[in-house]
């Protein structure tokens, strides 16, 4: 008895102590016809489940153009994070997996 008791609280300690996080996306709707047409949304929902949860018209297409990892819960309606800011392409000297350079340092 002592020890389911045990192994309840360890349970229950893990499963309240647990973090969530989800994806966010960024969705541009355009019309078929005009691509140039479009407007952007920011989404929890991906391609496919926004088109099945929204009404999109059916000359439109969903494609997402930028997804993210957002930390914490999205009920109560609560704001979807900001995207992390963008970062600069690295430098050769900061890519030590560049083939390229690897190769200039095993030649005689």
């Known amino acids: 008895m002592i020890l389911r008791t045990f192994v309840f609280l360890v349970v229950s300690y893990f ?8 994806r966010a996306f960024e969705l541009r709707i355009e019309k078929t016809a005009n ?4 407007r952007t949304v920011i989404s929890n929902l991906d391609p496919v489940q926004y088109r099945g949860y929204y009404f ?6 969903v494609l997402y153009t930028n997804t993210w990892m957002c930390h914490g819960r999205t009920g109560n309606y609560r704001k979807i994070c900001d995207p992390p800011p963008a970062r600069e ?10 083939p390229t350079s690897v190769e200039k340092t095993l030649t005689p």
């Open 15 to 22: 499963a309240f102590s647990a973090f969530a996080e989800y």
């Open 35 to 38: 691509p140039e047409e479009y």
């Open 56 to 61: 999109v018209q059916n000359d439109e297409r």
């Open 89 to 98: 392409p690295a430098t050769e000297a900061e890519n030590p997996a560049d």
